[in-house]
T-cell receptor, first 111, second 114 residues
Framework: GDSVTQMEGPVTLSEEAFLTINCTYT??????LFWYVQYPGEGLQLLLK?????DKGSNKGFEATYRKETTSFHLEKGSVQVSDSAVYFC??????????FGTGTRLTIIP | GAVVSQHPSRVICKSGTSVKIECRSL??????MFWYRQFPKQSLMLMAT?????????EQGVEKDKFLINHASLTLSTLTVTSAHPEDSSFYIC??????????FGSGTRLTVV
């Protein structure tokens, strides 16, 4: 079945550092890929998405590129802020099927 | 954008009682609702999927008699945890989808059973 493997956390970075959170997937066909963010005590918010190979999703300074050749969708940000501290989930969906989530990566940014 | 309102955000109940959690889609029709459970520092576990007007489909290992899901209208779905016990304490999140559109998540409900 479909699966998403995410970089294990927790990840702790200093403010303005470069961020990469790795995500790889296993799925047949052409899934859509997502990054969701969960702030403390809240539900999930869609951060960005990509629906086909080589698409780049971007939002709030975060980017991720759909790489079919490496089945990856790594999340990057050039300069993180304290407010980026949250849990980040990589996910995929094929057609009308349910979302498949990775295990989540807890990110803490220290001033 | 699409908004899903989930209530209550926090609830504490006594062991043996039942708790109802509501999710409402505020500006769209949620043809499909998903209910997730999240344990501390873990990912989301899909509990069940419900389509408006039909019975929910539960994931393997989820007790359908304990976690009652109702999706009676296109804007409202409820999850009732019946005869709650401390091991049911968790963070519950709903997600709504309109047709083949994107997923919109509620803000979650933290349930504590004492």
């Amino acid at each position: 079945g479909d699966s998403v493997t995410q970089m294990e956390g927790p990840v702790t970075l200093s403010e303005e550092a470069f961020l990469t959170i790795n995500c790889t997937y296993t799925a047949t066909g052409y899934p859509s890929l997502f990054w969701y963010v969960q702030y403390p005590g809240e539900g999930l918010q869609l951060l960005l998405k990509a629906t086909k190979a080589d698409d780049k999703g971007s939002n709030k300074g975060f980017e991720a590129t759909y790489r079919k050749e490496t089945t990856s969708f790594h999340l990057e940000k050039g300069s993180v802020q304290v407010s980026d501290s949250a849990v980040y989930f990589c996910a995929l969906v094929r057609g009308n099927e349910k979302l498949t989530f990775g295990t989540g990566t807890r990110l803490t940014i220290i001033p | 954008g699409a908004v899903v309102s989930q209530h209550p955000s926090r609830v504490i109940c006594k062991s043996g009682t039942s708790v109802k959690i509501e999710c409402r889609s505020l500006d769209f029709q949620a043809t499909t609702m998903f209910w997730y459970r999240q344990f501390p520092k873990q990912s989301l576990m899909l509990m069940a999927t419900s389509n408006e007007g039909s019975k929910a489909t539960y994931e393997q290992g989820v007790e359908k008699d304990k976690f009652l899901i109702n999706h009676a209208s296109l804007t409202l779905s409820t999850l009732t945890v019946t005869s709650a016990h401390p091991e049911d304490s968790s963070f519950y999140i709903c997600s709504a989808r309109q047709g083949a559109g994107g997923y919109t998540f509620g803000s979650g409900t933290r349930l504590t059973v004492v």
